[in-house]
């Protein structure tokens, strides 16, 4: 329990008012997408089964609330008189995976293997369909259900059998101590900054070919470095490691940048403390974000309430609820850019690093303005309550 609310208040900057009590699960390893290479999400299911039975065997609690995303426990929390919230950050299986396993898309989640095959992409789809028929059934018996943004939303309508529309919770960020950074940043020192966990749905390599295409671009125009903001810049990549695997993909990236010929151009930050990612945001000029169908992409909410121009994915949370124009007496006023592609995001990424001083100012304030208004932790704790009233004792 110390542990908990040390990190909490070290890499999230949240204080926690009273004390908590923690029960140790022994199953956590069966939700782990690493500890299965066939049939994950089954097996993963199963595993989550498991793991609610042990917690409920410890303790029989009045509200049971979710937030892990596996809606297979919520049967057994109902038999055993619980009432059930949940809050979904990303679900566990969506219309869009449905429709990349038909298109035979390859992807980190679909292997080629299967995309190449008719018959094995027809049996996986079957598969995911009946999957999700089980997944929405259990999903039904949520009291209360909360989503993290307006795509998940939609996913959870479509696969969910529930009848009540959910709860738009907006993930809390720490807008108030973010804010507290100058937006005019020092231009001598021109960097963009990347702050993302070190898997593979990040699309790390992206945001380096992007980086690296906008350098090449700027050296071609034979113009003298020092007058190249593009080629003065550095990219900082923020992020942490779970394991093993990710401290091999961390590898890899490096080796990738220096194979792309930026090694010398880009900065690797593992695992740094809240204080020195608030440092590193306080500077950056412009943030990276390319993960597909981000359920929500709250480094992208980071950026903007630190006054940092985000580039994020064109997809998903960053499209629907973030990098969304903010509406102000002027009329509405970009928050940042949106990207898909390689060139896309070079385009963005020189627009950044390029741009007068003033414009730079503009954007990073009406960002700012969407974050603080948006997504503070005060507006994340009342939505959040609002949601869960309906389930909790009531007092008295």
């Not at 089980?134 to 996913?155: E, F, I, P, Q, R």
């Amino acid at each position: 329990a110390e542990q908990l609310v040390q990190d909490a208040s070290s890499r999230f900057n949240v204080k926690l008012r009273r004390p908590i009590e923690v029960l140790s699960l022994r199953r956590v390893q069966l939700i782990a997408p690493e500890a299965y290479t066939r049939f994950t999400l089954i097996r993963q299911a199963w595993g989550s089964l498991l793991l609610g039975l042990e917690a409920l065997r410890l303790m029989v609690p009045e509200v049971y609330i979710d937030t892990t995303g596996w809606a297979f426990p919520y049967p057994l929390a109902k038999l055993a008189g619980c009432k059930v919230a949940c809050y979904v950050h990303y679900p566990t299986v969506s219309a869009n995976m449905l429709g990349r396993v038909w298109s035979r898309q390859a992807m980190y989640n679909n292997d080629e293997a299967v995309t190449g095959s008719s018959l094995l992409s027809l049996l996986k789809l079957v598969y995911y369909q009946a999957f999700a028929v089980v997944y929405g059934l259990a999903g039904a018996c949520a009291d209360a259900v909360m989503v993290n943004s307006s795509w998940t939303a939609a996913h959870v309508r479509q696969v969910w059998w529930v009848w009540d529309e959910p709860a738009l919770v907006y993930p809390p960020c720490d807008t108030t101590d973010l804010q507290t950074l100058p937006l005019d940043r020092r231009l001598k020192h021109l960097f963009l900054v990347s702050v993302a966990q070190f898997r593979p749905e990040k699309n790390h390599r992206l945001q380096l070919e992007a980086y690296a295409l906008a350098r090449e671009e700027a050296a071609a125009k034979g113009a003298n470095w020092r007058n190249s903001p593009v080629l003065v810049s550095t990219l900082k990549m923020v992020g942490s490691c779970r394991g093993p695997d990710d401290e091999a993909r961390l590898l890899q990236l490096q080796q990738y940048a220096e194979q792309l010929g930026i090694s010398d151009a880009v900065e690797w930050h593992v695992n740094v403390p809240y204080s020195d990612l608030k440092q590193l945001l306080g500077g950056a000029v412009g943030g990276l974000h390319t993960m597909l169908d981000e359920h929500f992409g709250i480094s992208v909410v980071e950026y903007m309430a630190a006054g940092v121009i985000p580039i994020a994915h064109n997809s998903g949370g960053p499209r629907a609820d973030i990098v969304v124009d903010w509406e102000g007496s002027e009329g509405p006023q970009r928050t940042g850019y949106l990207a898909e592609t390689k060139d896309e995001y070079c385009a963005a990424i020189k627009t950044v690093l390029e741009m007068d001083q003033r414009d730079r100012l503009k954007i990073a304030a009406a960002a700012q303005r969407r974050a603080a208004t948006m997504f503070s932790t005060e507006h994340f704790h009342q939505a959040f309550m609002q949601a869960v009233a309906p389930v909790l004792p009531k007092q008295g």
